[in-house]
């Protein structure tokens, strides 16, 4: 099934919750949609599922209107943060649920219903399990039996909303790897909402990384980290540094080295490079290239270290280093520190056709 | 529980929030059918009725020695024995809570039996137990003490009436109190009645304030277990009630009304003046 | 329940002394007239008592009070669903203006609620002269009563659903409905079994003030034996009439209502741990 959603916005009083969404998800697909909280990533998710309406856009499944069906007509799989699960229903009856209420026409025998529930119960490796109450199961049991039911009804689309949010964090890698699993077995296109992203790059085919309403970037957890397109894309993938800058044609001036810039910035002038600690490398020659810094702190175990370094300005710089690496340093230590590469955000565009005065090295 | 919950700063465009559950209308239709002829316009009338004389006419019909009588009796006498529920009910609730006993759970029960006991029943044993031949009037009577027919009647009725509201507004919050509360303060070196005082009772004030409003709006307007054993004689033990049911038997629809709305306000007032002490408690325990 | 404070056995004077006061109390206020009905209902005899059941006003009394129950309570019953349903699981504005409404009536004094009809069809009421003119007769007449104890009534059933649904929240709704299931279905199969035991609990109150309503029912009835007449009124007419046998052995029969009552309540509430504790709640 591939879903196409086109122009998509939906306010909420004076709220923008989406503010013209387009992506497409192909058959047999596993996005994520990522963002912080406000970035309309569960807005988008409730109009997929048919409980929110829109009030722009179109959305496509196979070529069809979705939104011109009722939630109850659309044959989505939906997993509730919660996961809403019938409290007064065995697991058993929960997951037959979708079935049961079929019009008789329609309805599966009722011994097809027991063995398709039972075929539920062992792909969600919750076998055993059908005659308990929710309330009678664990978090990550409860996560299972929702995904079984929503997965009964052979959904076009199975839809998850921050289904490892009430779960700790040991129970969330495991279930992690079976969502993953689940997946590639039934083979449904599937569209997980979540705020974690370690948890969104390590499930995706392709990430959908949403802000403000919009849609920042869409590509592979590769591309993402690879080239982000906008320093918000660099900040909420993962750990960053900052400082001061200029940039001309692409390049990040800094005192004593230059970096190149990632991402869609073209403007030159002055303003912020955001990079990583792992694309931070230092330098004990004192002949070096770079940026002269005094390190602060070291901290972490195994292969990767962290090293707290201050700048003369004051601004501060962590770097992360493989151990071997990390051993020819200490605490007080003057170094230089180079930069592999940089996102950058200018903030004080130079007037056009007059290229900013360069830094004392260029 | 509300996940998926629209996002932050969600605020309904329309009077209603749009939801795909099915059947709003239906159940909203007959909600506010339901409401409006059973509720809304049986009260409509009787705000509308008192003023067909102006507002003299209402004035009027309460100012007369009678019914100031009768208005004073129901609700200071609901007043008096609020208070004394507020004392008991707590004593009660403390003990089914805190102590093991043969026959507890029983007692628990036996409780909520003035909520189930229709009210001329209580009525009706209650003014035969405290008249003068009655097991306890017949006792009380050598020591100059009338119950029936008095004044002190309706305080007793009252008592029976109201004192389930204390004991249930109370009990949860007692059972819910945590124990290491007491323990940490007996720790601190509070002696009993200190604990009891500065660590158990502000916990319990909401609940007993809430209890007091409940028990009292109930004994204001309480008319079947109190007519029997009150002997009603006018300006002295008859209540504000039996004075609409008199006029009403006259015809004076207006003066019924009158003494009706009059009572609807000084009910509010007390609703007013409790929920006022609640915010002040609140305010005061910093939260 | 973290911290729930268990009793614990009494080993002291202090405790012991707390105990027999307030068993005390109970016994002065509660027990002492419960037991004063039923001593004055058999006080001449279990033979004058059962004669007391074979007066064919008190048997009309009787069969009025069921009839009445059985109209007010089922539709207070569709009230506190509907009005539940609409306020527990939909969002819209002046819902605390509805929910104040539906209050309301526990603050009015049974006499106003009574009150308040005669205002509307009594002789002289708002549509007092209409009816009378088309020969309708609401007050002094069974539709009075049954209106009556609808208002006294009205809110116990939605007061025992409404706090109940709107904890739950409509996610379970939700869910039934993107797997297909449609309005009714839902309704019956997922929101009505989650409610079942508060939705019994406030049809058993509401069953209990229904049949033992005095003071509206007194203001609307006019008293006419053998045709307006509800137990407690008819209690209360033998009272008046110094046929205490006949008074109290009717109040037996509405005393004896009332334990049921308890004991169905405690019942029922057991029954709605146990299922809490499986997973539904009461």
Same mark, same amino acid.
């Given at each position: 099934?591939?879903?196409?959603?086109?122009?998509?916005?939906?306010?909420?009083?004076?709220?923008?919750?989406?503010?013209?969404?387009?992506?497409?998800?192909?058959?047999?697909?596993?996005?994520?949609?990522?963002?912080?909280?406000?970035?309309?990533?569960?807005?988008?998710?409730?109009?997929?599922?048919?409980?929110?309406?829109?009030?722009?856009?179109?959305?496509?499944?196979?070529?069809?209107?979705?939104?011109?069906?009722?939630?109850?007509?659309?044959?989505?799989?939906?997993?509730?943060?919660?996961?809403?699960?019938?409290?007064?229903?065995?697991?058993?009856?929960?997951?037959?649920?979708?079935?049961?209420?079929?019009?008789?026409?329609?309805?599966?025998?009722?011994?097809?219903?027991?063995?398709?529930?039972?075929?539920?119960?062992?792909?969600?490796?919750?076998?055993?399990?059908?005659?308990?109450?929710?309330?009678?199961?664990?978090?990550?049991?409860?996560?299972?039996?929702?995904?079984?039911?929503?997965?009964?009804?052979?959904?076009?689309?199975?839809?998850?909303?921050?289904?490892?949010?009430?779960?700790?964090?040991?129970?969330?890698?495991?279930?992690?790897?079976?969502?993953?699993?689940?997946?590639?077995?039934?083979?449904?296109?599937?569209?997980?909402?979540?705020?974690?992203?370690?948890?969104?790059?390590?499930?995706?085919?392709?990430?959908?990384?949403?802000?403000?309403? =919009?849609?920042?970037?869409?590509?592979?957890?590769?591309?993402?980290?690879?080239?982000?397109?906008? #320093?918000?894309?660099?900040?909420?993938?993962?750990?960053?540094?900052?400082?001061?800058?200029?940039?001309?044609?692409?390049?990040?001036?800094?005192?004593?080295?230059?970096? #190149?810039?990632?991402?869609?910035?073209?403007?030159?002038?002055?303003?912020?490079?955001?990079?990583?600690?792992?694309?931070? =490398?230092?330098?004990?020659?004192?002949?070096?290239?770079?940026?002269?810094?005094?390190?602060?702190?070291?901290?972490?175990?195994?292969?990767?270290?962290?090293?707290?370094?201050?700048?003369?300005?004051?601004?501060?710089?962590?770097?992360?280093?493989?151990?071997?690496?990390?051993?020819?340093?200490?605490?007080?230590?003057?170094?230089?520190?180079?930069?592999?590469?940089?996102?950058?955000?200018?903030?004080?565009?130079?007037?056009?056709?007059?290229?900013?005065?360069?830094?004392?090295?260029? | 529980?509300?996940?998926?919950?629209?996002?932050?700063?969600?605020?309904?465009?329309?009077?209603?929030?749009?939801?795909?559950?099915?059947?709003?209308?239906?159940?909203?239709?007959?909600?506010?059918?339901?409401?409006?002829?059973?509720?809304?316009?049986?009260?409509?009338?009787?705000?509308?009725?008192?003023?067909?004389?102006?507002?003299?006419?209402?004035?009027?019909?309460?100012?007369?020695?009678?019914?100031?009588?009768?208005?004073?009796?129901?609700?200071? !006498?609901?007043?008096?024995?609020?208070?004394?529920?507020?004392?008991?009910?707590?004593?009660?609730?403390?003990?089914?809570?805190?102590?093991?006993?043969?026959?507890?759970?029983?007692?628990?029960?036996?409780?909520?039996?003035?909520?189930?006991?229709?009210?001329?029943?209580?009525?009706?044993?209650? !003014?035969?137990?405290?008249?003068?031949?009655?097991?306890?009037?017949?006792?009380?009577?050598?020591?100059?003490?009338?119950?029936?027919?008095?004044?002190?009647?309706?305080?007793?009725a009252l008592l029976a009436v109201g004192l389930p509201f204390v004991v249930r507004a109370v009990q949860p919050v007692l059972q819910d109190l945590d124990a290491g509360y007491e323990e940490a303060a007996k720790t601190l070196g509070a002696t009993a009645?200190?604990?009891?005082?500065?660590?158990?009772?502000? !916990?319990?004030?909401? !609940?007993?304030?809430?209890?007091?409003?409940?028990?009292?709006?109930?004994?204001?307007?309480?008319?079947?277990?109190?007519?029997?054993?009150?002997?009603?004689?006018?300006?002295?033990?008859?209540?504000?009630?039996?004075?609409?049911?008199?006029?009403?038997?006259?015809?004076?629809?207006?003066?019924?009304?009158?003494?009706?709305?009059?009572?609807?306000?000084?009910?509010?007032?007390?609703?007013?003046?409790?929920?006022?002490?609640?915010?002040?408690?609140?305010?005061?325990?910093?939260? | 329940?973290?911290?729930?404070?268990?009793?614990?056995?009494?080993?002291?004077?202090?405790?012991?002394?707390?105990?027999?006061?307030?068993?005390?109390?109970?016994?002065?206020?509660?027990?002492?007239?419960?037991?004063?009905?039923?001593?004055?209902?058999?006080?001449?005899?279990?033979?004058?008592?059962?004669?007391?059941?074979?007066?064919?006003?008190?048997?009309?009394?009787?069969?009025?009070?069921?009839?009445?129950?059985?109209?007010?309570?089922?539709?207070?019953?569709?009230?506190?669903? /509907?009005?539940?349903?609409?306020?527990?699981?939909?969002?819209?504005?002046?819902?605390?203006?509805?929910?104040?409404?539906?209050?309301?009536?526990?603050?009015?004094?049974?006499?106003?609620?009574?009150?308040?009809?005669?205002?509307?069809?009594?002789?002289?009421?708002?549509?007092?002269?209409?009816?009378?003119?088309?020969?309708?007769?609401?007050?002094?007449?069974?539709?009075?009563?049954?209106?009556?104890?609808?208002?006294?009534?009205?809110?116990?059933?939605?007061?025992?659903?409404?706090?109940?649904?709107?904890?739950?929240?409509?996610?379970?709704?939700?869910?039934?409905?993107?797997?297909?299931?449609?309005?009714?279905?839902?309704?019956?199969?997922?929101?009505?079994?989650?409610?079942?035991?508060?939705?019994?609990?406030?049809?058993?109150?509401?069953?209990?003030?229904?049949?033992?309503?005095?003071?509206?029912?007194?203001?609307?009835?006019?008293?006419?034996?053998?045709?307006?007449?509800?137990?407690?009124?008819?209690?209360?007419?033998?009272?008046?009439?110094?046929?205490?046998?006949?008074?109290?052995?009717?109040?037996?029969?509405?005393?004896?209502?009332?334990?049921?009552?308890?004991? /169905?309540?405690?019942?029922?509430?057991?029954?709605?741990?146990?299922?809490?504790?499986?997973?539904?709640?009461?």
């Open positions: 099934m591939t879903l196409t959603v086109d122009g998509i916005a939906k306010r909420f009083g004076r709220f923008p919750a989406l503010a013209g969404v387009s992506l497409e998800a192909r058959d047999g697909e596993f996005l994520t949609l990522l963002g912080p909280s406000g970035s309309g990533k569960t807005t988008l998710l409730r109009v997929l599922a048919g409980l929110d309406k829109p009030d722009r856009g179109h959305v496509l499944l196979d070529g069809a209107d979705f939104l011109a069906m009722s939630a109850r007509e659309r044959r989505v799989g939906l997993v509730f943060q919660q996961y809403a699960l019938f409290r007064h229903m065995t697991v058993a009856r929960n997951i037959a649920f979708g079935l049961d209420v079929r019009p008789a026409s329609s309805r599966p025998h009722r011994s097809v219903i027991k063995q398709r529930v039972e075929e539920l119960l062992a792909l969600a490796r919750i076998e055993g399990l059908g005659g308990r109450y929710p309330a009678q199961l664990s978090g990550g049991q409860r996560q299972r039996v929702a995904v079984a039911r929503a997965l009964a009804v052979e959904p076009q689309l199975l839809l998850l909303d921050e289904p490892f949010g009430a779960l700790d964090t040991k129970v969330r890698k495991e279930l992690r790897a079976e969502l993953r699993r689940i997946h590639d077995a039934t083979g449904v296109t599937t569209i997980l909402v979540t705020h974690d992203q370690e948890e969104a790059m390590a499930l995706a085919d392709r990430v959908v990384l949403m802000n403000l309403g =919009r849609i920042e970037q869409i590509g592979t957890p590769e591309e993402l980290d690879a080239s982000p397109a906008s #320093p918000f894309a660099f900040e909420f993938l993962g750990e960053v540094n900052r400082l001061p800058c200029q940039v001309v044609d692409g390049v990040a001036l800094f005192d004593g080295f230059t970096a #190149p810039t990632l991402g869609e910035e073209r403007q030159a002038g002055q303003g912020e490079a955001l990079f990583r600690p792992s694309d931070v =490398r230092l330098d004990a020659a004192p002949t070096a290239d770079g940026l002269p810094v005094r390190i602060v702190a070291m901290g972490g175990r195994g292969a990767l270290r962290s090293v707290e370094c201050q700048a003369l300005s004051g601004h501060r710089v962590s770097a992360e280093l493989p151990e071997h690496l990390a051993g020819q340093f200490e605490v007080g230590q003057r170094v230089k520190l180079t930069v592999r590469r940089v996102v950058a955000k200018v903030t004080n565009p130079s007037p056009a056709e007059r290229p900013a005065p360069l830094a004392k090295s260029a | 529980m509300v996940a998926l919950a629209p996002s932050i700063g969600a605020r309904p465009a329309a009077w209603r929030e749009p939801s795909p559950l099915p059947g709003f209308h239906l159940a909203f239709g007959f909600t506010l059918t339901y409401v409006g002829v059973i509720i809304l316009l049986p009260l409509a009338a009787l705000v509308a009725r008192p003023w067909e004389h102006g507002l003299d006419g209402f004035v009027a019909a309460i100012v007369q020695p009678r019914t100031l009588a009768a208005l004073r009796l129901s609700f200071v !006498a609901a007043t008096m024995a609020a208070l004394v529920n507020v004392v008991l009910g707590l004593l009660i609730a403390w003990v089914l809570c805190r102590y093991e006993f043969p026959g507890r759970r029983v007692v628990d029960a036996l409780v909520d039996l003035p909520f189930a006991l229709p009210t001329a029943v209580a009525g009706i044993a209650l !003014a035969s137990l405290y008249g003068p031949n009655g097991w306890i009037g017949s006792l009380l009577e050598p020591l100059g003490v009338k119950v029936a027919y008095t004044p002190l009647g309706v305080f007793v009645p200190q604990s009891l005082w500065r660590v158990v009772m502000p !916990a319990l004030a909401p !609940a007993l304030i809430t209890g007091f409003a409940l028990a009292f709006a109930r004994g204001a307007g309480e008319y079947g277990s109190v007519i029997f054993i009150a002997g009603n004689m006018p300006g002295v033990s008859e209540i504000a009630p039996l004075v609409i049911v008199t006029r009403l038997e006259q015809y004076d629809y207006a003066g019924a009304a009158s003494v009706g709305v009059a009572m609807l306000a000084l009910s509010l007032i007390a609703l007013l003046i409790t929920n006022a002490a609640q915010v002040a408690l609140a305010r005061r325990g910093g939260r | 329940m973290i911290g729930t404070v268990a009793p614990r056995r009494i080993e002291s004077a202090g405790p012991a002394v707390l105990v027999l006061a307030a068993l005390a109390w109970l016994a002065l206020l509660i027990g002492a007239p419960m037991a004063t009905v039923f001593t004055q209902a058999l006080s001449k005899g279990l033979g004058a008592f059962l004669d007391a059941f074979k007066e064919p006003d008190g048997l009309a009394a009787i069969r009025l009070t069921l009839l009445v129950a059985v109209i007010a309570v089922p539709l207070n019953a569709a009230f506190g669903l /509907a009005a539940a349903w609409s306020i527990a699981k939909f969002n819209f504005r002046g819902k605390a203006v509805l929910l104040t409404l539906i209050d309301l009536p526990l603050s009015l004094s049974p006499v106003v609620s009574g009150l308040v009809w005669v205002l509307l069809f009594g002789a002289r009421g708002w549509f007092g002269p209409m009816l009378d003119a088309g020969g309708i007769k609401i007050i002094f007449a069974v539709p009075g009563i049954l209106l009556g104890t609808i208002l006294v009534t009205v809110p116990l059933v939605a007061r025992e659903l409404i706090p109940l649904m709107a904890e739950q929240g409509a996610d379970e709704e939700l869910a039934a409905t993107t797997l297909g299931s449609g309005g009714w279905t839902t309704f019956r199969r997922v929101t009505l079994p989650n409610v079942r035991w508060a939705l019994l609990h406030g049809v058993l109150l509401s069953n209990a003030r229904a049949m033992g309503e005095f003071g509206a029912v007194s203001v609307l009835s006019g008293h006419i034996r053998g045709l307006t007449e509800t137990l407690p009124l008819h209690v209360e007419a033998l009272y008046n009439d110094y046929d205490f046998v006949g008074a109290f052995a009717s109040a037996s029969l509405l005393a004896g209502l009332a334990i049921v009552t308890l004991v /169905a309540k405690t019942a029922l509430e057991r029954a709605g741990r146990v299922a809490a504790a499986k997973g539904s709640a009461l």
